[in-house]
């Protein structure tokens, strides 16, 4: 693994690749002096072939996004068993637990195949807790967590487009969704609900995969 400080990055390049993140682009149109907060304590790592990014079970405070190279996704801390899920550049990983305050629910790795992965690494320790705004606003807090939730919410609807027919997929559709009004510490706690809900919820998919249940195309059930 190689940390890279942005300064030390090719400006263009690494603008192009900021500016390529919708988060990123939603804060600064917002709030530009929030930008230089989260960017602040940014990096690019660089990581190869095999090398973890994160471990499940452990916690962490670093919110990624993929920028290059593919990531294999693991239910539990072994990497020599079959990968669950692959990230592809323009997703984002590591956010739904610190939100959430639990530890890593998989391990992320660099897929064999892929010689090298370069990602952007936000530190979200002075995120502080959901109502506290004295670093991140309001209209941070809340991209941030639409992000986040997005993101799961549509790693739930490759699960279930692979399995649909296990219970879990059936289950999904209990999840909260907001329908008040935008922009609001409203929005902020229903998302928060949404995150708990979420990742509880990946969790259970990831037990399941964990166990090597498979679907019985052929009869159409779960075994």
Known sequence: MKAIPIA???????????????????????????????????????????EILLTAGKAGRRYSFLLKGQLSVYPDDDTNAPAINQLTPGQNFGGLSIICKTRRTATIAVSPDCKTALILSLDLTGLGELHDFSVYTLQTKLALYRAIVNNTRWQLELYKMDYPTHPLTLRGKSIEVYIGSRNTEQELVSLDRQAHQLVEMIMEWNQALLTQETINEASGTWL
């Open 8 to 50: 030390n990055y090719p400006q263009d390049t690494a603008n192009a690749f900021i500016n390529g993140i919708a988060f990123v682009n939603e804060v600064r149109t917002v709030d530009k002096s929030q930008l230089d907060v989260l960017m602040k304590n940014a990096c690019f790592m660089e990581f190869n072939s095999g």
